[in-house]
């Protein structure tokens, strides 16, 4: 096929072409930044007309920043002065009050707080509502100076707190009548609602209360404020309320919650739990007329509210351990608030806080459960030390036994529940996502209930098992007959996860081992030949081949052979998978299947990794199975350089092996033939790769060069390796070749850097602490600055490099 023009003529034509069309781009975008700055300035004339597009770029001068609207600067200026007559007034009363008599004392503080409270009707009069707002915050903050100036005059020696209890409820009266007076005003009554917070609080502290004192003191401030929330006709006065209700509520139940469960007995648990049925009814109230989202939440507080007062009660006589199934119930019995007359948000916020108790009881069990499941790794140090007694002796010395029994519980009842729920699910929540995820739920949680018990009773160990291995069977049929949602993918897992636990139970006895792990290997097989969805049988596939791997590791620990020695017998499962590879008619299985069976390869490559006459003939035997796999047409690209790099490295291993230091007289000669046959092939077929053609040739001498050369003291080796690298990487990159300049540049680059390690650390020892930093700083501010142009370079050379063979 011939070019027109050539390719060397047209890639000119198109660098061209593409500078050509950034530099327009880059003239479009700075025309349309002076058009957006146009459209938004419309009040302010362009210094001069448009200029008409020309080749080269224009960049438009700045507009004038627009003025600061006169209404804000009003505001500022009078927030500033407003702020500094509070200081100042507060200064006179903490420092200048007491250069003046009595006299002087009365006459200033009626004159400027009646001044400061009569202003703003005379501002809103004159329509100044700003300055009237300004001026009322000072007379605000001069009330409380009164009020403080008078406790210092008037009363000295009366109770601090009693005092400012007593002013606190005056202020907020005040506030309030003054609030109302002036509707027109908007601080007067949000403040005096803030105020409202303290009496009470303060009165309790003055009496010396206790905390259930406190408690109660809370819940009635948090009370009141929602009957504010709920009646206020100002949005102010509302956020207010509802902000102080939450603080106070949250507070009120927060004592309750620490009181309920500190209670010794019946008697305070009552206490606490009225406290706590109290702030119930106040997140109640106030949902009543909430917006939606704080009315879920607001029922979300209310039911976890009379769960903690009720199971307070109900768990005095009992253990610690089956507190948590009192509290599961009392949650489970939450639900019961579908049959009240209550708002619909309110409904789903206590039937998130049934969840929320359920979930944190199903926490609170989940660590048994996980000592269940991977309790048995911390016995792999004594594989086959002999079956112990029950189960509880297979899960290791570390795990402590004192609330399975009640752990068990929790998981089969918050199971029975998630099972309730997928089955009738209430019509409080649209959709069908939630009653998928409670039968997801309910299915793992039961599947770790059964566990569980079997550990809360000790059973035997072979009936731990039998009943591990059962659970995984009935799961995994179940999961295969039933297709891919999201059930079948829960019921999978946990029969994948069970699956795994029965078999590190089964390391326990040589006879559980083999029993065990050749039950999941028919087990994974049939299932995988059943299913329906590829992705299933490919999972399932591995896991066949996965335990027949560890079938076959065990039958050369049983004919006492050491690890390099089994790794042979391992590889009989990987040439098996070879020969079901090309068998199997179903590509979704006969890939993983081979894949799995290249994972037994890796398994016996890393047992005869300490034995290097063994290992050379392990990868020998890979490399005889890679080639085999290579003769199919569909696996015989990547098999075939698999299998050529398992004999190189075979060579290798048994060069090192027999102690030759000079590898280049071995790999020399075959990377010259092999470099032959390679130059051949790019004669004959000029769209083959340079890493099919060369990459062989150059990688069997250059990649153990390198790895004598990093540990050759001499100056001889590293330069002659680094001379043809450099040759290598010209020729590759004159040549437009790939592997060439992928191959010389990287083993140049590593060749440089051992040369030059040593003085790189003396420059570094020598460099101060704050240097390396530094200069990584600016490094990256220069990157950073230039990120597009870098980003754009990288392209090219992306381009570039993808051009190469």
């Known amino acids: 096929m011939r070019h027109v023009p050539p390719p060397a003529e047209e890639l000119p034509l198109l660098d061209r072409e593409l500078a050509r069309l950034d530099a327009r781009r880059l003239q479009l975008l700075n025309r349309r930044a002076w058009l957006l700055s146009v459209l938004r300035t419309p009040t302010v004339p362009p210094p001069f007309p448009a200029p008409a597009a020309r080749p080269g770029p224009f960049v438009p001068p700045a507009p004038a920043a627009p003025a600061a609207p006169a209404r804000g600067v009003q505001n500022v200026l009078l927030v500033l002065g407003g702020l500094l007559l509070t200081v100042a007034a507060i200064a006179f009363t903490l420092f200048s009050w007491g250069e003046m008599g009595i006299a002087g004392r009365s006459a200033v503080l009626a004159a ?25 915050a000072l007379a605000l903050v001069l009330t409380v100076l009164d009020a403080f100036a008078l406790h210092a005059v008037a009363a000295p020696d009366s109770d601090g707190l009693t005092f400012a209890a007593v002013s606190c409820a005056v202020l907020v009266v005040v506030w309030t009548a003054y609030g109302l007076l002036l509707g027109r005003l908007r601080m007067p009554l949000p403040s005096a609602v803030a105020a409202g917070q303290l009496p009470l609080v303060l009165g309790a502290w003055a009496a010396g209360a206790s905390a259930t004192g406190f408690g109660w003191a809370l819940v009635l401030t948090a009370g009141a404020d929602a009957v504010v929330a709920v009646r206020g006709r100002r949005l102010a006065v509302r956020v207010t309320a509802c902000a102080g209700a939450w603080l106070t509520g949250l507070i009120a139940l927060g004592l309750g919650l620490g009181l309920s469960v500190s209670s010794g007995g019946p008697v305070e648990a009552v206490g606490a739990g009225a406290l706590l049925l109290a702030g119930a009814g106040v997140a109640l109230l106030g949902a009543w007329r909430a917006p939606k989202e704080t009315a879920v939440l607001a029922g979300v507080v209310a039911g976890l509210a009379v769960v903690a007062a009720v199971g307070g009660v109900l768990r005095t006589p009992l253990p610690w351990d089956w507190a948590v199934v009192v509290y599961l119930v009392c949650g489970a019995a939450l639900p019961v608030v579908l049959r009240l007359r209550l708002p619909l948000p309110v409904v789903r916020g206590v039937l998130g806080a049934s969840g929320a108790v359920v979930a944190v009881a199903v926490l609170w069990a989940s660590p048994v459960m996980g000592a269940v499941l991977l309790g048995p790794a ?63 739920v309910a299915s793992v949680l039961a599947w770790g209930s059964v566990l569980t018990l079997l550990a809360a009773a000790d059973a035997a160990y072979a009936v731990a098992v039998a009943v591990e291995l059962l659970l995984a069977a009935v799961l995994l049929i179940a999961s295969v007959r039933r297709g891919a949602d999201a059930l079948a993918v829960t019921w999978l897992v946990c029969a994948l996860v069970g699956a ?54 065990a ?35 006969a890939l993983p299947v081979e894949l799995a069976g290249a994972a ?4 016996a490559v890393g047992l005869a990794v300490t034995d290097p006459p063994v290992l050379a003939l392990v990868l020998g035997l890979c490399g005889v199975l890679a080639a085999v796999t290579a003769l199919r047409p569909e696996r015989r690209t990547v098999a075939g350089h698999v299998a050529a790099a398992l004999f190189v490295a075979a060579s290798w291993v048994r060069l090192a092996a027999s102690g030759v230091s000079a590898p280049e007289a071995y790999t020399l000669p075959v990377s010259l033939a092999a470099f032959g046959v390679g130059y051949v092939r790019r004669r004959r077929d000029p769209a083959a790769s340079s890493w099919a053609a ?23 080796r590293p330069l002659l390796l680094g001379a043809g690298a450099l040759v290598v990487t010209l020729v590759g990159a004159r040549r437009r070749l ?14 440089g850097l051992h040369e030059l390690a040593p003085h790189v650390v003396q420059v570094f020892d020598a460099l101060p602490r704050w240097a390396p930093p530094a200069l990584a700083g600016l490094l990256l501010l220069g990157v950073g600055a230039t990120y597009e142009q870098r980003l754009r370079d990288a392209r090219r050379v992306k381009e570039s490099f993808g051009r190469m063979r």
């Open 738 to 751: 790939q592997a060439p300049l992928v191959l010389g540049g990287s083993v140049l680059a590593l060749v």
């Open 378 to 440: 911390s016995s792999l140090a004594d594989v086959w030390a002999g079956a112990p007694d029950g189960f509880r002796g297979a899960l290791g010395p570390s795990t402590t036994w004192s609330g399975p029994p009640a752990a068990a519980v929790v998981l089969a009842l918050a199971a029975g529940l998630a099972a309730a729920l997928h089955t009738r699910w209430p019509r409080v929540f649209p959709g069908t996502g939630w009653r998928v995820a409670s039968g997801v």
């Open 500 to 553: 795994a636990s029965a078999g590190l139970l089964g390391l326990a006895a040589e006879p559980a081992s083999y029993a065990v792990y050749g039950t999941l290997t028919v087990l994974f097989a049939a299932a995988a030949t059943r299913s329906r969805v590829a992705a299933v049988q490919a999972l399932l596939a591995c896991g066949s081949v996965l335990c027949a791997i560890a079938v076959a590791t």
């Open 600 to 603: 037994g390869a890796l398994v």
């Open 694 to 716: 060369y990459g062989p040739a150059l990688s069997l001498t250059m990649v153990p060069s390198l790895f004598v050369a990093w540990g050759d003291p001499h100056w001889l």
């Open 555 to 589: 039958l050369g620990a049983s004919l006492g052979w050491n690890a390099p020695h089994t790794a042979p017998v391992v590889l009989v499962v990987t040439a098996a998978t070879v020969f079901l590879g090309g068998r199997l008619r179903q590509p979704a299985l």
């Open 112 to 136: 400027v707080t009646a001044g400061a409270l009569v202003a703003p009707a005379l501002l809103l009069g004159r329509r100044l509502p700003a300055t009237a707002e300004s001026v009322a």
